[in-house]
């Protein structure tokens, strides 16, 4: 090998080297903050209930108040992000979202601790989440080479899949052992924590927005976002298909316990390891999808696994008291890990095939679109068990699932081995 050959093998491996380096402090960062968020979304409710004796009308508000920042915020966020350094709002979103999460603990130490400042703070928290989201999606690919972007994405899907394994029980035993106030300590310790991590990293490679005047306003970015989703022949039936999986999953939310408390007579602790086979599906898809995609095809398996997601969907309803309870498990963890494939697919679809001046504006309106699906499948699914029984709604969101597939499949991605 002669030495300009070595020499150029050493740079690129030093280039790989801090590529790596940055990735693992981001990853870092999304990780501690993440975990901090499911500890929280056990002890607020909890503060709520138990300090404040609140009402599930009240709670409820508390709930939803972190979805109306999709609702609002959901579209203009990609602009946003887009005129915005990504590092500085990152940082800047978790020192907002530590400080709001921190007031909870400070204003019960004084007894000044009431509904609207729950309700503010989840305001506050689900504000900042989206912009966060956002622009953490947006920043990967300017730290990660796409020939890596599918393995990164699929390792952060597991460890979102590991936190909301471990966070709630994590949050659990800290209200049982401190109390609700105290256990949102650790929440604001971990933005703080995410907040240094990110300061850390270097400054993302932005593209260079337009002349102000050359560009156009607020509504028209968002529109340039929207009709490249809506008019993309890949990325649109892949939000679609999203959009159809996410009514199901907002359904699950809400009916899961009631389905297996008074149809299946299961008790607190069997439904907690219930629940969790969700997680447990998540973590093997994520980490099956790098070679899946690689055996048979980024396209194909976004199908296939759709599929299989769906079909796994339709065990819940059939699940039964005892030893049956164990078809249940199996339906949840196939069902979550099929959906967990199909977003590691589409996500590092979105994030190498957009634009780079318009990626904020496609990730934030695939984000609005899908998500906006949720409290939609919630509250569907319980005017379905009100109606007809938790075990009939679970069966007719079953069937909903199928939409899902039946959308890809229905797209020129039925014909494709690799999305491009």
């Known amino acids: 090998m002669s030495t300009r050959t070595a020499e150029a093998a050493e740079a690129e491996a030093a280039v790989r080297g801090s590529r790596a380096g940055v990735f693992w402090r981001y990853w870092t960062a999304s990780t501690v903050s993440r975990l901090g968020d499911q500890v929280t979304a056990v002890a607020l409710p909890l503060v709520a209930v138990v300090t404040l004796h609140a009402s599930a ?180 039936p892949c939000v679609a298909g999203a959009t159809a999986v996410n009514i199901v999953y907002g359904g699950l939310m809400p009916l899961t316990p009631v389905f297996l408390v008074r149809a299946l007579d299961a008790p607190a602790t069997v439904v907690g390891a219930l629940m969790a086979t969700g997680g447990i599906g998540s973590v093997i898809g994520a980490s099956l999808t790098p070679r899946l995609v690689a055996r048979i095809g980024s396209g194909r398996a976004l199908c296939w696994s759709a599929v299989v997601a769906s079909a796994f969907a339709l065990l819940l309803p059939l699940a039964g008291s005892g030893w049956a309870m164990l078809v249940f498990a199996l339906g949840s963890a196939g069902f979550y890990g099929g959906v967990v494939v199909t977003a590691i697919v589409t996500r590092t679809h979105r994030q190498t095939r957009t634009p780079p001046e318009l990626l904020s504006r496609v990730m934030a309106t695939a984000r609005f679109v899908s998500w906006s699906t949720i409290p939609v499948g919630a509250l569907a699914a319980g005017a379905a068990a009100a109606a007809f029984g938790p075990r009939t709604a679970l069966l007719l969101l079953a069937l909903a699932s199928v939409a899902s597939p039946a959308i890809l499949l229905a797209s020129p991605i039925r014909r494709m081995r690799d999305l491009a």
């Open 57 to 236: 009308i009240q709670v409820g508000l508390i709930t939803a108040a972190a979805y109306v920042a999709w609702l609002l915020l959901g579209l203009p966020a990609g602009v946003l992000v887009q005129r915005l350094p990504l590092r500085g709002i990152q940082v800047t979103t978790d020192l907002v979202r530590g400080a709001a999460v921190a007031s909870v603990p400070l204003a019960a130490a004084l007894g000044m601790l009431g509904l609207a400042q729950l309700i503010v703070v989840a305001l506050l928290v689900g504000f900042a989440n989206v912009l966060f989201d956002v622009g953490n999606s947006t920043f990967l690919p300017s730290i990660v080479a796409k020939a890596q972007l599918t393995s990164r994405n699929s390792l952060i899907s597991g460890s979102i899949a590991g936190t909301e394994l471990a966070g709630p029980s994590l949050g659990g035993v800290l209200v049982q052992l401190a109390g609700g106030s105290a256990a949102m300590l650790l929440d604001a310790v971990s933005y703080l924590v995410s907040a240094a991590l990110l300061r850390s990293l270097p400054r993302a490679e932005q593209a260079e927005p337009s002349p102000a005047a050359q560009r156009p306003g607020l509504l028209g970015q968002v529109g340039e976002g929207w009709r490249f989703v809506a008019r993309h022949p890949v990325i649109r």
